[in-house]
């Protein structure tokens, strides 16, 4: 997969597929690092299923303490984004989700003011600048 990153190749995937996309990955029992290097991804964490088996406290938890972001996303949601520095669209995320499934991707960073967790949620059709962390029209 690293060697597709390196060549500029479309990488994604679904559960576990897509947990394994950020800097940080959680295998069962930790937090580990070092299985891709994607920079776009850099300082996030990515994780499924996310309602459906209750993942929020532990992602607020790996935010706050680690000061990283999370990518979250629920079943039946895609996170699509531009990776390639030189493209058009670098690091411009869009959320898919079939309309009567209603899937959503959460995302979770420390606000840098408070300290407390912030988390926004994005539905269908939705855009975010990854690399800027903030939502775009």
């Known amino acids: 997969l690293q060697a ?25 029992e930790r937090l580990r690092t070092g299985f891709l290097r994607i920079p776009l991804m850099a ?15 532990r992602h607020a938890q790996w935010v706050r303490t680690l000061q990283i972001r999370a990518i979250a996303a629920d079943e039946q949601a895609a996170l699509c984004m531009e990776t390639d520095p030189h493209a058009p669209g670098y690091g411009i995320a869009q959320i898919h989700s079939p309309p009567e499934r209603a899937g959503r991707i959460h995302l979770l960073h420390v606000d840098a003011e408070s300290g407390g967790v912030v988390r926004e949620t994005l539905t269908h059709g939705a855009r975010f600048d990854v690399a800027a962390w903030k939502r775009v029209p």
Not at 4 to 28: C, K, P, Q
């Open 43 to 57: 300082g996030i964490v990515t994780d499924t299923h996310v309602d459906t088996r209750g993942r929020e406290p």
């Open 4 to 28: 597709a990153v390196v060549r500029g190749a479309a990488i994604g995937g679904t559960s576990a597929g897509m947990a394994v996309l950020g800097e940080h990955i959680w295998d069962g």
